[in-house]
Each structure stands twice: as structure tokens, then as C-alpha cells.
């Protein structure tokens, strides 16, 4: 059994946070009226893509009726719809949506997860939960080594900290001009990109999420323009 195959089972196994399992088991019983003839998922969602990814892409947490339902990162609710497009026209996609596990959608050079593994009531993880997911996100980090992690959202952006907090490293600016010791004094913002010491970039971005798409906080040419960012620095030395 290889690394992932097996992390991914521990993933799906954990039972740790009592209140993510009676929610998520909770809406996978009763789901949504315009999913009533699906199998909800109902567990932790793993990750998924390509296991010698460059690219590593970490998001906030299951939709109740998106990822929840389907058992896949970002498949089968909004923030996907947004997001597969854009990787599609990035090359990172072999199609422009994901609607099912089963829908033949391959990622080349990238891997997506989320800081957490269980969808929360009202998409609110508690710290106690991002913390006993942690874990899992650190050694997919381990196993994959990548160039480049894409924060999607803030709290993504303060996990990966909070995880390289915890080294030596330090966080660089893209210009160089400021070093900081203390990951924490870095500022999310869409397309800020920063270098971890003899590691990967960071580069974060808005979630995809349709209160940031709706609203135009978070637009097409925006989503494009970070994801060309990311190609780049995936040849960086």
C-alpha cells in the first residue's frame, strides 16, 4: 500500500472531533432535497490529485452538500464550479468540472486538500478541530515536498503558517526586501506570494467561495492571473 493510499484511509477512519462526525453523519442522513437520491459521503474527505505534484493546494473544509455528498475535494458545489474551470485553463485540470468521484477528472502536477477533513456547521471549524487535522495536512506536506502551496482562504493561510511556525524556516517577501522569523507577521492577500526558507512558495488567494465570487471580491481575471503566478514559480530554483 503507498503513503497516500494509506494516509487517506486514516483520513477517512478519523473520528476525533464528535461534533464534525454527528454533523456531517447528520446532513448525509437528511441531505438536501435536490440530492435526495444520492449516497452522501458522510466521512473525512481525503485528498486527491497527482502524488508528484509541484502544486499543493489547501482549502478550508467540506461543504455539507458539496464535498460531504461526494466524497472529493471541492466537487459538486459552487467553489468547485469556480475553481475547476480555472485550473482547467490553467492545465492543471483534465476538464473544466467536477461533479462525482467517478467523473474522470485527473489534476497533472497539483493536489488539493483542506485544512479541515469534516464539513462544520455553518463551514465554522473550531481551532480544536483545525488542530486535530493538522496532522494529516503536515504529512501530506511531507510526502509531496511541493514548490509551490496555494492557500484558498485565510484560515488555509494560517494553518500553513501556524505548520511552518513550528521550524526554523523563515518567510520571505517575493522582492526579498523583508525577512521575518515569525510566520505569523506575513499579510494574507489575493495573489501575495512569499518564499519559505530552503522550501516551497506560498501564494495565497481568496477562497472561491460564492460570497467572494458574487460579490466581485474575487473575479475570473483575478483567479486566472494567481493561478499564471503559480506556474511560474513552479520553475523557480
Not at 487517506?8 to 477512519?13: L, P, S, V
Not at 476525533?16 to 474527505?45: F, H, I, N, S
Not at 510526502?143 to 488555509?156: D, N, S, Y
Not at 494560517?158 to 506575513?186: A, G
Request: aromatic letters at 8%.
Amino acid at each position: 500500500m503507498n503513503s497516500f493510499k494509506r494516509l487517506n484511509q486514516e483520513i477517512i477512519a478519523c473520528r476525533k472531533c464528535p461534533r464534525l462526525v454527528a454533523w456531517r453523519e447528520e446532513v448525509a442522513l437528511t441531505k438536501r432535497k435536490a440530492y435526495m437520491d444520492w449516497e452522501y459521503w458522510g466521512k473525512p474527505v481525503p485528498g486527491f490529485g497527482d502524488p508528484n505534484a509541484r502544486v499543493l493546494v489547501v482549502g478550508l473544509a467540506p461543504g455539507a452538500h458539496g464535498s460531504n455528498r461526494t466524497g472529493r475535494q471541492f466537487t459538486g458545489d459552487a467553489s468547485g464550479n469556480f475553481l475547476f474551470p480555472a485550473l482547467h485553463r490553467a492545465g492543471f485540470a483534465s476538464q473544466p468540472e467536477s461533479v462525482s468521484r467517478d467523473d474522470d477528472l485527473e489534476l497533472k502536477d497539483m493536489y488539493i486538500t483542506a485544512s479541515g477533513r469534516c464539513a462544520p456547521p455553518k463551514n465554522k471549524p473550531t481551532a480544536e478541530e483545525l488542530n486535530n487535522c493538522q496532522p494529516f495536512l503536515e504529512r501530506e506536506i511531507e510526502l509531496l515536498q511541493p514548490k509551490v502551496i496555494v492557500v484558498l482562504g485565510r484560515i488555509a493561510f494560517e494553518r500553513i503558517l501556524r505548520i511552518y511556525s513550528k521550524s526554523d524556516r523563515r518567510l520571505q517577501t517575493t522582492d526579498l526586501e523583508n525577512t521575518v522569523h515569525r510566520p505569523k507577521s506575513i499579510v494574507f492577500g489575493h495573489n501575495a506570494s512569499y518564499r519559505i526558507e530552503s522550501g516551497p512558495w506560498l501564494v495565497c488567494s481568496y477562497h472561491p467561495s460564492q460570497q467572494n465570487t458574487l460579490t466581485g471580491k474575487l473575479t475570473v481575471e483575478m483567479f486566472d492571473a494567481m493561478w499564471n503566478q503559480v506556474k511560474s514559480l513552479m520553475v523557480e530554483e
